[in-house]
């Protein structure tokens, strides 16, 4: 069984930063491509980004690009999400998740397997 715990979240004015972190257990990391979602208030949950198991190339949303980094320390099972220029739509709870089969860089929501319970980012105007 895997666990994925995310921390880093807060409220934060526009125009600033956070870094989220989620931490894995229970299986080998670096085995697996992790990602980054977010779902907003009466809104569907939509990716972020991803990173691959191995070789580290990522995949951004076109809201991300620019602004988020995702990158991964595979010696801490650790999976980051540097956001930078936040703007008041990235307000949403953000969610890490894990894909455990694909041999692809999945983008969509239900190819990813294990999920984190979440962490409010709350950007203020």
């Known amino acids: 069984q895997v666990q994925l715990v995310e921390s880093g979240g807060g409220l934060v004015q526009a125009g600033g930063s956070l870094r989220l972190s989620c931490a894995a257990s229970?299986?080998?990391?670096?085995?697996?491509?992790m990602g980054w979602f977010r779902q907003a208030p009466g809104k569907e949950r939509e990716f972020v980004a991803a990173?691959?198991?191995?070789?580290?190339?990522?995949a951004y949303a076109g809201s991300a690009k620019g602004r988020f980094t995702i990158s991964r320390d595979n010696a801490k099972n650790t999976v980051y999400l540097q956001m930078n220029s936040l703007k008041p739509e990235d307000t949403a709870v953000y969610y890490c998740?894990?894909?455990?089969?694909?041999?692809?860089?999945?983008?969509?929501?239900?190819?990813?397997?294990?999920w984190g319970q979440g962490t409010q980012v709350t950007v203020s105007s």
């Open positions: 998740a894990l894909d455990k089969d694909s041999s692809t860089l999945p983008v969509e929501v239900y190819k990813y397997d294990y």
């Open positions: 990173i691959r198991r191995i070789g580290g190339s990522t």
């Open positions: 229970g299986r080998t990391f670096s085995y697996y491509n």
